[in-house]
Protein backbone atom coordinates (compact mmCIF):
# COMPACT_ATOMS: atom_id res chain seq x y z
CA UNK A 1 0.00 0.00 0.00
CA UNK A 2 1.52 3.73 -1.05
CA UNK A 3 1.90 6.45 0.83
CA UNK A 4 0.78 9.80 -0.20
CA UNK A 5 2.92 12.50 0.55
CA UNK A 6 1.49 15.00 2.46
CA UNK A 7 0.69 18.29 0.95
CA UNK A 8 2.35 21.04 2.97
CA UNK A 9 0.07 24.50 2.64
CA UNK A 10 2.47 27.68 3.05
CA UNK A 11 1.23 30.47 4.66
CA UNK A 12 1.31 34.29 3.48
CA UNK A 13 3.04 37.22 5.37
CA UNK A 14 1.00 39.96 7.32
CA UNK A 15 2.53 42.18 9.70
CA UNK A 16 5.14 39.33 10.07
CA UNK A 17 2.80 36.66 10.90
CA UNK A 18 2.91 33.80 8.86
CA UNK A 19 -1.13 33.10 8.18
CA UNK A 20 -3.50 30.98 6.89
CA UNK A 21 -6.37 32.21 5.04
CA UNK A 22 -9.84 33.13 6.88
CA UNK A 23 -11.54 31.63 4.18
CA UNK A 24 -9.98 27.41 4.74
CA UNK A 25 -9.35 27.66 0.76
CA UNK A 26 -6.32 26.84 -1.40
CA UNK A 27 -5.18 26.92 -4.43
CA UNK A 28 -2.85 24.58 -5.56
CA UNK A 29 0.98 24.58 -7.17
CA UNK A 30 1.25 21.86 -9.71
CA UNK A 31 4.80 20.71 -11.00
CA UNK A 32 4.99 21.28 -15.12
CA UNK A 33 7.14 18.06 -14.82
CA UNK A 34 4.97 15.69 -13.56
CA UNK A 35 1.48 16.77 -12.65
CA UNK A 36 2.33 16.22 -9.07
CA UNK A 37 0.94 18.77 -6.39
CA UNK A 38 4.12 20.71 -5.50
CA UNK A 39 1.98 22.82 -2.05
CA UNK A 40 -0.56 25.22 -1.61
CA UNK A 41 -0.89 28.84 -0.65
CA UNK A 42 -3.84 30.30 0.83
CA UNK A 43 -6.85 31.65 -1.71
CA UNK A 44 -6.78 35.04 0.58
CA UNK A 45 -10.72 37.20 0.62
CA UNK A 46 -10.88 40.16 -0.45
CA UNK A 47 -11.49 41.87 3.62
CA UNK A 48 -7.87 39.56 4.36
CA UNK A 49 -6.43 41.74 0.67
CA UNK A 50 -7.63 45.11 2.38
CA UNK A 51 -6.26 44.74 5.43
CA UNK A 52 -2.83 43.52 4.35
CA UNK A 53 -2.78 47.33 2.16
CA UNK A 54 -4.15 48.79 4.77
CA UNK A 55 -1.34 47.58 7.54
CA UNK A 56 1.23 48.56 4.86
CA UNK A 57 -0.53 52.01 4.14
CA UNK A 58 -0.18 52.70 7.76
CA UNK A 59 3.59 52.26 8.19
CA UNK A 60 4.89 53.81 5.14
CA UNK A 61 5.72 57.23 6.73
CA UNK A 62 7.50 55.28 9.57
CA UNK A 63 9.57 53.46 6.75
CA UNK A 64 9.93 56.45 5.15
CA UNK A 65 11.47 58.28 7.77
CA UNK A 66 13.97 55.58 8.35
CA UNK A 67 17.40 56.51 7.64
CA UNK A 68 18.63 55.50 4.19
CA UNK A 69 21.70 53.34 5.76
CA UNK A 70 19.73 51.38 7.62
CA UNK A 71 17.14 50.62 4.88
CA UNK A 72 19.84 49.77 2.92
CA UNK A 73 21.76 47.41 6.17
CA UNK A 74 18.63 45.70 5.81
CA UNK A 75 18.65 44.85 1.74
CA UNK A 76 22.23 43.49 2.39
CA UNK A 77 20.86 41.67 5.36
CA UNK A 78 18.17 39.83 2.78
CA UNK A 79 20.69 39.11 0.24
CA UNK A 80 22.52 37.45 2.92
CA UNK A 81 19.91 35.60 4.38
CA UNK A 82 18.61 34.94 0.53
CA UNK A 83 22.36 33.18 -0.16
CA UNK A 84 21.61 30.95 2.83
CA UNK A 85 18.37 29.76 1.70
CA UNK A 86 19.85 29.30 -1.97
CA UNK A 87 19.56 25.25 -1.74
CA UNK A 88 15.76 25.34 -0.22
CA UNK A 89 14.36 28.56 -2.93
CA UNK A 90 16.42 26.88 -6.27
CA UNK A 91 14.41 23.62 -4.93
CA UNK A 92 11.43 25.53 -5.05
CA UNK A 93 11.81 26.88 -8.25
CA UNK A 94 12.83 24.11 -9.54
CA UNK A 95 9.84 22.11 -8.70
CA UNK A 96 7.65 25.04 -9.28
CA UNK A 97 7.96 26.27 -12.52
CA UNK A 98 10.45 23.38 -14.27
CA UNK A 99 13.86 25.00 -14.44
CA UNK A 100 16.75 22.49 -14.07
CA UNK A 101 18.36 22.93 -10.67
CA UNK A 102 21.30 24.61 -11.54
CA UNK A 103 19.46 27.12 -13.19
CA UNK A 104 16.92 27.48 -10.10
CA UNK A 105 19.87 28.00 -7.52
CA UNK A 106 21.69 30.59 -10.30
CA UNK A 107 18.44 32.95 -10.59
CA UNK A 108 18.30 32.27 -6.25
CA UNK A 109 22.21 33.76 -6.59
CA UNK A 110 22.12 36.51 -9.31
CA UNK A 111 18.97 37.89 -7.07
CA UNK A 112 21.10 38.16 -4.11
CA UNK A 113 23.40 40.41 -6.38
CA UNK A 114 20.76 42.24 -7.37
CA UNK A 115 19.37 43.07 -4.13
CA UNK A 116 23.06 44.34 -2.68
CA UNK A 117 23.62 46.74 -6.21
CA UNK A 118 20.18 47.97 -5.22
CA UNK A 119 21.38 48.71 -1.68
CA UNK A 120 24.27 50.42 -2.47
CA UNK A 121 22.38 52.51 -5.93
CA UNK A 122 19.76 53.63 -3.53
CA UNK A 123 21.93 55.82 -1.31
CA UNK A 124 22.95 57.79 -4.13
CA UNK A 125 19.66 59.10 -5.15
CA UNK A 126 19.41 63.03 -5.04
CA UNK A 127 17.01 65.89 -5.86
CA UNK A 128 18.00 69.17 -7.06
CA UNK A 129 18.14 72.99 -6.23
CA UNK A 130 17.39 75.56 -8.60
CA UNK A 131 17.56 78.89 -8.96
CA UNK A 132 14.73 81.68 -9.94
CA UNK A 133 16.67 83.99 -11.96
CA UNK A 134 17.51 81.44 -14.40
CA UNK A 135 13.90 82.25 -15.99
CA UNK A 136 13.63 85.73 -17.06
CA UNK A 137 11.62 88.13 -14.77
CA UNK A 138 12.02 85.63 -11.81
CA UNK A 139 13.38 86.94 -8.35
CA UNK A 140 16.67 85.63 -7.82
CA UNK A 141 16.17 85.38 -4.13
CA UNK A 142 13.37 82.54 -5.21
CA UNK A 143 15.00 79.20 -4.90
CA UNK A 144 13.59 75.92 -5.73
CA UNK A 145 14.16 72.59 -3.88
CA UNK A 146 13.36 69.71 -5.57
CA UNK A 147 13.20 66.52 -3.67
CA UNK A 148 12.97 63.20 -4.15
CA UNK A 149 10.03 61.81 -2.24
CA UNK A 150 8.50 57.94 -2.01
CA UNK A 151 5.47 57.31 -3.42
CA UNK A 152 3.76 55.11 -0.57
CA UNK A 153 2.67 52.26 -1.46
CA UNK A 154 4.08 50.26 -4.11
CA UNK A 155 2.18 46.83 -5.46
CA UNK A 156 4.83 44.43 -7.14
CA UNK A 157 3.16 41.92 -8.91
CA UNK A 158 5.86 38.71 -10.46
CA UNK A 159 5.80 36.38 -13.15
CA UNK A 160 6.29 32.54 -12.90
CA UNK A 161 9.04 32.54 -15.53
CA UNK A 162 11.44 34.46 -12.53
CA UNK A 163 9.72 33.85 -9.45
CA UNK A 164 12.42 35.30 -6.97
CA UNK A 165 14.56 37.26 -9.65
CA UNK A 166 11.90 39.59 -10.71
CA UNK A 167 10.05 40.08 -7.93
CA UNK A 168 13.15 41.46 -6.05
CA UNK A 169 13.53 43.32 -9.01
CA UNK A 170 10.64 45.17 -7.76
CA UNK A 171 10.74 45.14 -4.34
CA UNK A 172 14.35 46.06 -3.36
CA UNK A 173 13.97 49.50 -5.37
CA UNK A 174 10.46 50.06 -3.47
CA UNK A 175 12.35 49.43 0.28
CA UNK A 176 14.87 51.52 -0.49
CA UNK A 177 13.36 54.58 -1.28
CA UNK A 178 11.40 54.50 1.23
CA UNK A 179 8.16 52.94 0.20
CA UNK A 180 6.11 49.85 1.63
CA UNK A 181 5.15 46.85 -0.56
CA UNK A 182 2.56 44.86 -1.49
CA UNK A 183 3.59 41.76 -3.19
CA UNK A 184 1.58 39.43 -5.14
CA UNK A 185 3.43 37.00 -6.93
CA UNK A 186 2.65 34.63 -9.75
CA UNK A 187 0.42 31.37 -8.24
CA UNK A 188 3.06 29.09 -10.10
CA UNK A 189 5.80 30.38 -8.24
CA UNK A 190 3.86 31.42 -5.25
CA UNK A 191 5.75 29.62 -3.05
CA UNK A 192 9.25 30.40 -4.25
CA UNK A 193 8.19 34.10 -3.72
CA UNK A 194 7.03 33.74 -0.42
CA UNK A 195 10.34 31.56 0.54
CA UNK A 196 12.42 34.50 -0.46
CA UNK A 197 9.88 36.58 1.71
CA UNK A 198 11.30 34.69 4.67
CA UNK A 199 14.71 35.82 4.07
CA UNK A 200 13.29 39.13 4.29
CA UNK A 201 11.72 38.79 7.57
CA UNK A 202 14.96 36.47 8.68
CA UNK A 203 17.07 39.82 7.86
CA UNK A 204 15.22 42.32 10.28
CA UNK A 205 11.91 43.27 8.24
CA UNK A 206 9.85 45.80 10.31
CA UNK A 207 6.34 45.08 10.80
CA UNK A 208 4.04 45.54 8.05
CA UNK A 209 6.62 47.02 5.85
CA UNK A 210 6.03 44.04 2.98
CA UNK A 211 3.10 41.75 3.37
CA UNK A 212 2.11 38.91 0.89
CA UNK A 213 -1.14 38.73 -1.27
CA UNK A 214 -1.96 35.07 -2.77
CA UNK A 215 -5.14 33.50 -4.67
CA UNK A 216 -6.99 33.99 -7.12
CA UNK A 217 -6.83 36.49 -9.74
CA UNK A 218 -10.90 36.69 -10.82
CA UNK A 219 -11.27 37.33 -6.84
CA UNK A 220 -8.55 39.77 -5.76
CA UNK A 221 -7.02 40.59 -8.89
CA UNK A 222 -9.24 44.20 -9.73
CA UNK A 223 -9.53 44.57 -6.39
CA UNK A 224 -5.73 45.30 -5.53
CA UNK A 225 -4.52 47.24 -8.75
CA UNK A 226 -7.86 49.48 -7.85
CA UNK A 227 -7.65 49.71 -4.13
CA UNK A 228 -7.53 52.99 -3.47
CA UNK A 229 -4.27 53.11 -1.08
CA UNK A 230 -2.30 51.67 -3.75
CA UNK A 231 0.39 54.73 -5.10
CA UNK A 232 2.36 52.87 -7.83
CA UNK A 233 1.93 49.18 -9.88
CA UNK A 234 4.93 47.77 -10.98
CA UNK A 235 4.24 44.32 -12.97
CA UNK A 236 5.40 41.70 -15.28
CA UNK A 237 3.13 39.75 -17.06
CA UNK A 238 1.30 39.17 -20.16
CA UNK A 239 0.16 41.75 -22.17
CA UNK A 240 -3.14 41.48 -22.25
CA UNK A 241 -3.31 41.08 -18.25
CA UNK A 242 -0.85 44.72 -18.55
CA UNK A 243 -3.06 46.43 -20.50
CA UNK A 244 -6.12 45.03 -18.15
CA UNK A 245 -3.99 46.73 -14.70
CA UNK A 246 -3.22 50.02 -16.79
CA UNK A 247 -6.85 50.49 -17.72
CA UNK A 248 -8.11 49.86 -14.03
CA UNK A 249 -5.14 51.52 -12.42
CA UNK A 250 -6.28 55.15 -13.59
CA UNK A 251 -3.93 58.19 -11.93
CA UNK A 252 -1.06 55.81 -10.43
CA UNK A 253 2.09 55.14 -11.83
CA UNK A 254 2.19 51.77 -13.50
CA UNK A 255 5.77 50.08 -15.23
CA UNK A 256 4.58 47.62 -17.17
CA UNK A 257 7.00 44.48 -18.60
CA UNK A 258 5.35 42.47 -21.42
CA UNK A 259 5.66 40.34 -23.90
CA UNK A 260 7.86 40.49 -26.78
CA UNK A 261 8.15 39.29 -30.38
CA UNK A 262 11.85 39.90 -30.25
CA UNK A 263 13.33 39.28 -33.97
CA UNK A 264 16.91 38.28 -34.85
CA UNK A 265 17.85 40.13 -38.15
CA UNK A 266 20.95 38.21 -39.80
CA UNK A 267 22.47 40.18 -42.75
CA UNK A 268 24.46 38.55 -45.43
CA UNK A 269 27.98 39.57 -44.09
CA UNK A 270 27.27 37.79 -40.71
CA UNK A 271 29.49 34.85 -39.14
CA UNK A 272 26.82 33.07 -39.25
CA UNK A 273 28.61 30.24 -37.06
CA UNK A 274 28.09 32.94 -34.15
CA UNK A 275 24.60 33.59 -35.35
CA UNK A 276 23.11 30.45 -35.24
CA UNK A 277 24.78 29.20 -31.65
CA UNK A 278 23.08 32.92 -30.15
CA UNK A 279 19.93 32.64 -32.11
CA UNK A 280 19.14 28.81 -30.45
CA UNK A 281 20.32 29.68 -27.03
CA UNK A 282 18.29 33.18 -27.11
CA UNK A 283 15.00 31.47 -28.53
CA UNK A 284 15.52 28.07 -26.59
CA UNK A 285 16.78 28.57 -22.91
CA UNK A 286 14.19 27.85 -20.18
CA UNK A 287 11.88 26.10 -23.21
CA UNK A 288 11.42 29.75 -24.61
CA UNK A 289 9.22 31.16 -22.09
CA UNK A 290 11.10 34.34 -21.50
CA UNK A 291 9.89 37.84 -22.76
CA UNK A 292 13.38 38.63 -24.33
CA UNK A 293 12.95 35.00 -26.18
CA UNK A 294 14.03 35.23 -30.03
CA UNK A 295 10.56 34.48 -31.08
CA UNK A 296 11.59 35.24 -35.01
CA UNK A 297 14.96 35.12 -37.49
CA UNK A 298 14.46 37.25 -40.78
CA UNK A 299 17.83 36.24 -42.78
CA UNK A 300 18.33 37.71 -45.75
CA UNK A 301 17.69 35.13 -48.49
CA UNK A 302 21.32 34.25 -50.21
CA UNK A 303 22.28 32.96 -46.53
CA UNK A 304 19.14 31.67 -45.58
CA UNK A 305 20.38 28.16 -46.44
CA UNK A 306 23.30 28.20 -44.65
CA UNK A 307 21.75 29.98 -41.36
CA UNK A 308 18.77 27.25 -41.17
CA UNK A 309 21.54 24.19 -41.38
CA UNK A 310 23.85 25.67 -39.05
CA UNK A 311 20.79 26.32 -36.82
CA UNK A 312 19.18 22.74 -37.37
CA UNK A 313 22.53 21.46 -35.93
CA UNK A 314 22.95 23.50 -32.99
CA UNK A 315 19.37 22.53 -32.39
CA UNK A 316 20.57 18.63 -33.01
CA UNK A 317 22.59 19.10 -29.63
CA UNK A 318 19.85 19.81 -27.03
CA UNK A 319 18.40 17.60 -24.88
CA UNK A 320 15.08 17.31 -23.86
CA UNK A 321 13.07 16.04 -20.86
CA UNK A 322 11.85 16.26 -17.63
CA UNK A 323 13.76 19.49 -15.16
CA UNK A 324 14.62 16.61 -12.81
CA UNK A 325 17.19 15.31 -15.69
CA UNK A 326 20.41 17.04 -17.07
CA UNK A 327 18.64 18.65 -20.19
CA UNK A 328 18.20 21.56 -22.05
CA UNK A 329 14.20 21.80 -23.25
CA UNK A 330 11.86 21.36 -20.13
CA UNK A 331 8.23 20.91 -20.26
CA UNK A 332 6.10 24.30 -20.48
CA UNK A 333 4.46 25.62 -17.31
CA UNK A 334 1.17 24.12 -18.03
CA UNK A 335 -0.51 22.35 -20.93
CA UNK A 336 -2.42 25.18 -21.89
CA UNK A 337 0.58 26.85 -23.10
CA UNK A 338 1.80 24.08 -24.93
CA UNK A 339 -1.42 23.54 -26.81
CA UNK A 340 -0.94 26.82 -27.39
CA UNK A 341 2.27 26.67 -29.19
CA UNK A 342 1.18 23.79 -30.76
CA UNK A 343 -1.69 25.27 -32.34
CA UNK A 344 1.01 27.66 -33.85
CA UNK A 345 3.20 25.14 -35.32
CA UNK A 346 -0.20 23.59 -36.72
CA UNK A 347 -1.03 26.89 -38.45
CA UNK A 348 2.34 27.51 -40.26
CA UNK A 349 2.33 24.31 -41.44
CA UNK A 350 -0.95 24.49 -43.10
CA UNK A 351 -0.10 27.83 -44.65
CA UNK A 352 3.11 26.11 -46.36
CA UNK A 353 5.43 26.23 -43.40
CA UNK A 354 8.65 23.93 -43.85
CA UNK A 355 9.01 21.69 -40.73
CA UNK A 356 13.08 21.59 -40.54
CA UNK A 357 13.12 20.23 -37.23
CA UNK A 358 10.39 18.70 -35.47
CA UNK A 359 10.17 18.55 -31.37
CA UNK A 360 8.26 16.07 -29.70
CA UNK A 361 4.90 16.33 -28.34
CA UNK A 362 4.42 14.74 -24.66
CA UNK A 363 1.65 16.47 -22.64
CA UNK A 364 3.35 19.85 -21.88
CA UNK A 365 6.85 18.69 -22.95
CA UNK A 366 7.61 19.98 -26.60
CA UNK A 367 10.71 19.50 -28.26
CA UNK A 368 11.80 22.35 -30.45
CA UNK A 369 10.36 22.84 -33.47
CA UNK A 370 12.46 24.66 -36.52
CA UNK A 371 10.11 26.28 -38.81
CA UNK A 372 11.28 27.79 -42.30
CA UNK A 373 9.59 29.43 -44.98
CA UNK A 374 7.24 31.25 -42.53
CA UNK A 375 5.02 34.42 -44.17
CA UNK A 376 3.10 36.78 -42.68
CA UNK A 377 -0.01 35.33 -43.55
CA UNK A 378 0.99 33.02 -40.90
CA UNK A 379 0.04 33.75 -36.72
CA UNK A 380 3.48 32.52 -35.72
CA UNK A 381 4.98 35.79 -37.51
CA UNK A 382 3.18 37.32 -35.24
CA UNK A 383 2.05 36.25 -32.33
CA UNK A 384 4.15 35.58 -29.25
CA UNK A 385 4.74 31.65 -29.18
CA UNK A 386 6.63 32.03 -25.48
CA UNK A 387 7.85 28.78 -26.06
CA UNK A 388 10.30 26.34 -27.87
CA UNK A 389 9.24 26.68 -32.17
CA UNK A 390 11.75 29.08 -33.86
CA UNK A 391 10.60 30.49 -37.06
CA UNK A 392 12.79 31.40 -39.78
CA UNK A 393 11.15 34.61 -41.93
CA UNK A 394 13.50 34.92 -45.94
CA UNK A 395 13.80 38.57 -46.97
CA UNK A 396 15.23 40.16 -49.72
CA UNK A 397 16.92 43.19 -47.86
CA UNK A 398 17.38 44.62 -44.43
CA UNK A 399 14.60 46.98 -45.46
CA UNK A 400 12.24 44.40 -45.65
CA UNK A 401 13.32 43.30 -42.06
CA UNK A 402 13.09 46.39 -40.52
CA UNK A 403 9.79 46.91 -42.49
CA UNK A 404 8.53 43.63 -40.61
CA UNK A 405 9.47 44.41 -36.93
CA UNK A 406 8.27 48.12 -37.05
CA UNK A 407 4.49 46.39 -38.11
CA UNK A 408 4.68 44.67 -35.21
CA UNK A 409 2.61 45.11 -32.06
CA UNK A 410 5.65 44.75 -29.53
CA UNK A 411 8.61 46.15 -29.26
CA UNK A 412 11.03 44.87 -26.35
CA UNK A 413 14.21 43.57 -28.32
CA UNK A 414 15.95 42.83 -31.69
CA UNK A 415 19.18 41.47 -32.55
CA UNK A 416 21.40 42.38 -35.48
CA UNK A 417 23.91 40.16 -37.20
CA UNK A 418 26.50 41.78 -39.19
CA UNK A 419 30.05 42.48 -39.31
CA UNK A 420 29.24 46.35 -40.67
CA UNK A 421 28.84 47.80 -37.03
CA UNK A 422 28.17 50.84 -39.07
CA UNK A 423 25.34 49.47 -40.64
CA UNK A 424 23.97 47.87 -37.31
CA UNK A 425 23.88 51.47 -36.31
CA UNK A 426 21.52 52.20 -38.89
CA UNK A 427 19.20 49.24 -38.97
CA UNK A 428 18.84 49.96 -34.94
CA UNK A 429 18.05 53.60 -35.49
CA UNK A 430 14.81 52.41 -37.39
CA UNK A 431 14.15 49.71 -35.45
CA UNK A 432 11.17 50.65 -32.33
CA UNK A 433 12.23 48.08 -29.72
CA UNK A 434 13.79 49.16 -26.29
CA UNK A 435 17.27 47.45 -26.31
CA UNK A 436 19.17 45.92 -29.93
CA UNK A 437 21.74 43.48 -29.69
CA UNK A 438 24.58 43.41 -31.77
CA UNK A 439 25.79 40.56 -32.57
CA UNK A 440 24.48 38.74 -29.27
CA UNK A 441 20.99 37.28 -27.90
CA UNK A 442 18.05 39.35 -27.16
CA UNK A 443 18.35 39.21 -23.23
CA UNK A 444 18.00 40.85 -20.49
CA UNK A 445 20.95 41.65 -20.04
CA UNK A 446 23.06 42.74 -16.51
CA UNK A 447 20.34 43.63 -14.06
CA UNK A 448 21.71 47.57 -13.44
CA UNK A 449 21.36 48.21 -17.83
CA UNK A 450 18.00 49.95 -18.67
CA UNK A 451 14.94 47.71 -19.21
CA UNK A 452 12.16 48.44 -21.24
CA UNK A 453 9.77 47.97 -23.80
CA UNK A 454 7.57 50.11 -26.01
CA UNK A 455 4.50 49.38 -28.05
CA UNK A 456 2.38 46.45 -26.41
CA UNK A 457 5.56 45.56 -24.72
CA UNK A 458 5.64 47.74 -21.75
CA UNK A 459 5.73 51.13 -20.22
CA UNK A 460 8.55 52.82 -17.85
CA UNK A 461 11.55 51.69 -17.64
CA UNK A 462 13.32 49.01 -14.99
CA UNK A 463 17.10 47.96 -14.02
CA UNK A 464 18.24 48.86 -11.07
CA UNK A 465 19.10 52.49 -11.26
CA UNK A 466 16.12 53.10 -13.66
CA UNK A 467 14.12 50.83 -11.25
CA UNK A 468 14.94 53.20 -8.06
CA UNK A 469 13.93 56.47 -10.31
CA UNK A 470 10.44 55.07 -10.51
CA UNK A 471 10.12 54.72 -7.39
CA UNK A 472 10.39 58.06 -6.39
CA UNK A 473 8.53 61.32 -7.12
CA UNK A 474 9.93 64.93 -7.36
CA UNK A 475 8.44 67.18 -4.38
CA UNK A 476 9.72 70.99 -4.97
CA UNK A 477 10.00 73.45 -1.98
CA UNK A 478 9.69 76.50 -3.23
CA UNK A 479 11.89 79.61 -0.84
CA UNK A 480 10.80 83.42 -1.48
CA UNK A 481 13.80 85.05 0.62
Not at 101 to 126: C, F, M, N, Y
Not at 174 to 181: E, P, R, Y
Not at 231 to 255: D, L, R, Y
Request: proline share 4%.
Amino acid sequence: MSVQKEVKIHPYLYNNEWKSSDTGNTVQIISPDDGSVVGEVPAMSQDEVNRAVDKTADVQENWAATDGHERSGLLHKWAEELEKMTDEIGEMIHLEVGKTLSASKSEVKRTAQLIRHTAEEGLRTHGSFIQGDAFPGASKQTKAMVQKVPHGVVLAISPFNYPVNLAASKIAPALITGNTVVFKPATQGAISGLLMIKALVNAGLPEGVVNVVTGRGSVIGDLIVTHPKVNMITFTGGTATGQHIAKKASMIPVVLELGGKDPAIVLEDADLDKAAKEIVSGSLSYSGQRCTAIKRVMVIDKVADELVEKIKANIAKLKVGKSTEDVDITPMIDQKSADYVISLIDDAVEKGATIVTKGIVDGNLLGPTLLDNVTEDMRIAWEEQFGPVLPIMRVSNELEAIDLEKRNEYGLQASIFTKNLEGAFIIADRLDVGTVQVNGKTSRGPDHFPFLGVKNSGQGVQGIGRSIDSMLRDKVLVLNL
